[in-house]
């Protein structure tokens, strides 16, 4: 596609439920970056993938969270049992190589 | 880890006047990236420039340019002749290089007005 899209725009889930965010990048764009964006805050770095394999994964917070791209393009950031605290946007970019990337629009997730 | 630290949580500008954002940084890499990310209520982050840390000479982009001051760790925005599409957060982020993670560091962004 033209740009990366992130589905759903929005989501609203009970305290303790399973997640899905999906992350659609640019076509050809090899690296891909998930991104978790707090109310007031900067983008903080979850995780990043080269192809297929997460070349970086420091930044993902506990075991609850996971990421996973299996053809090397769509990626989805899956959390499990789900905590107040993960309410934030959830943002991914795309590169070709690594570089600078090109964003979506986010997913804003809120956990009731 | 690296820190990027953004002083101001809110600017203000006349329309067609002159602002420049703040950012200061913290890093014992001597090779990096620097860059100014626009964020409108979309959320979509919008690359506005970018600065490598090799080149002395700072960048620009139209009414947009950077003061890279490369000892003071600073690298400052200027947006020339702001216009109403101006207004949106901008934040400041640090890439490391390659070899070392390749993530980006944000700092908290400053909240731009422009005034009609």
């Known amino acids: 596609g033209a740009g990366v899209s992130q589905t759903p725009s929005n989501k609203v889930t009970e305290k303790g439920k399973y997640v899905e965010l999906r992350c659609d990048p640019i076509?050809?764009?090899?690296?891909l970056y998930w991104y978790r964006q707090s109310l007031g805050q900067g983008p903080e770095f979850l995780i990043y993938?080269?192809?297929?394999?997460?070349?970086?994964d420091s930044g993902l917070p506990n075991d609850r969270f996971f990421a996973v791209r299996p053809e090397g393009s769509v990626s989805t950031l899956k959390i499990q049992r789900t905590e107040r605290g993960d309410s934030a946007v959830y943002l991914c970019?795309?590169?070709?190589?690594?570089?600078?990337?090109?964003f979506g629009s986010g997913t804003r997730l809120t956990v009731v | 880890a690296q820190t990027v630290t953004q002083s101001q949580p809110e600017m203000s500008v006349q329309e067609a006047e002159t602002v420049t954002l703040s950012c200061t940084y913290d890093?014992?890499?001597?090779?990096?990236?620097l860059f100014w990310y626009k964020q409108p209520p979309s959320r979509q982050m919008i690359l506005v420039i970018r600065?490598?840390?090799?080149?002395?000479q700072n960048a620009t982009e139209n009414r947009f340019s950077v003061n890279f001051q490369k000892a003071a760790k600073s690298f400052s925005l200027k947006i020339s002749d702001s216009q109403l599409g101006d207004a949106a957060m901008y934040f400041c982020?640090?890439?490391?290089?390659?070899?070392?993670?390749?993530?980006?560091?944000f700092g908290t962004g400053t909240s731009l007005t422009v005034i009609p």
């Open positions: 890093t014992s890499e001597s090779d990096y990236y």
């Open positions: 970019a795309s590169s070709l190589t690594g570089g600078t990337g090109t």
């Open positions: 600065q490598e840390a090799y080149k002395q």
């Open positions: 982020a640090y890439r490391s290089p390659f070899n070392t993670g390749n993530q980006f560091y």
């Open positions: 993938f080269q192809g297929t394999g997460a070349a970086d």
């Open positions: 076509s050809g764009h090899t690296a």
